[in-house]
Nanobody
Framework: QVQLVESGGGLVQPGGSLRLSCAAS????????IGWFRQAPGKEREGVSC????????YYADSVKGRFTISRDNAKNTVYLQMNSLKPEDTAVYYC??????????????????WGQGTQVTVSS
């Protein structure tokens, strides 16, 4: 069955860095768009970044542009999110998600069918 497993979260000081990983199994990874989303307490889930399957195009929320970088390694069925210059407002549970066909906004969580369980990222001094 489809499985997405996030790892790499933790506690980091403001200005620090983390690299999240999303390991996928149970589907043809190369064909799927993979997105990263986050949800802070009391807030809606929001799109952070996405990488397409076809040409590797990437998308970023304005709040993370220039600080976060998404990449994928199809040989390892893994997508990474490198997060630099972290801010307290980046604190959230981070989820990865996958979908075969995105018809609208690549950062819209409703476009994605498959989800991981999430990993906590806390940015605090």
């Amino acid at each position: 069955q489809v499985q997405l497993v996030e790892s790499g979260g933790g506690l980091v000081q403001p200005g620090g860095s983390l690299r999240l990983s999303c390991a996928a199994s149970g589907f043809t990874f190369d064909y799927y768009a993979i997105g990263w989303f986050r949800q802070a307490p009391g807030k809606e889930r929001e799109g952070v970044s996405c990488i397409r399957s076809s040409d590797g195009s990437t998308y970023y929320a304005d709040s993370v542009k220039g600080r976060f970088t998404i990449s994928r390694d199809n040989a390892k069925n893994t997508v990474y999110l490198q997060m630099n210059s972290l801010k307290p407002e980046d604190t959230a549970v981070y989820y990865c998600a996958a979908d075969l066909m995105i018809y609208g906004d690549f950062l819209d969580p409703y476009e994605y069918d498959y989800w991981g369980q999430g990993t906590q990222v806390t940015v605090s001094s």
